[in-house]
Nanobody, 122 residues
Framework: VQLQAFGGGLVQAGGSLRLSCAAS????????VGWFRQAPGKEREFVAG???????YYADSVKGRFTISRDNAKIAVYLQMDNLKPEDTAVYYC?????????????????WGQGTVVTVSS
């Protein structure tokens, strides 16, 4: 499964971006999809994940500001990021795995996209 993440860019603090993650040649049906980010000099961290409508998790740092969703055809997963802060600056990755519930640990995810850069200026 090849994943492609896109939608990053440069935005001022308080602004919004929407990231998209698509899988080539298949849908996300039956897969948990997570968004992770990695800032310079820091470890990769979990941001948000979705498996089903009743299995959605967010990192505490983004709760109330970010929203993860998937389209009905399960061909893409989105991360709507509102009220962005400079500390949200990072490379954002989407990842997927055939697991029954969302997990926050990167090693649990089998497939990874190439990353998209989000820069939030103050």
């Amino acid at each position: 499964v090849q994943l492609q993440a896109f939608g990053g860019g440069l935005v001022q603090a308080g602004g919004s971006l929407r990231l998209s993650c698509a899988a080539s040649g298949r849908t996300f049906n039956g897969y948990a999809v997570g968004w992770f980010r990695q800032a310079p000099g820091k470890e990769r961290e979990f941001v948000a994940g979705i498996r089903r409508y009743d299995n959605i998790y967010y990192a505490d740092s983004v709760k109330g500001r970010f929203t993860i969703s998937r389209d009905n055809a399960k061909i893409a997963v989105y991360l709507q990021m509102d009220n962005l802060k400079p500390e949200d600056t990072a490379v954002y990755y989407c990842a997927a795995s055939n697991i029954v519930r969302v997990t926050t640990t990167p090693v649990s995810y089998t497939y990874w996209g190439q990353g998209t850069v989000v820069t939030v200026s103050s």
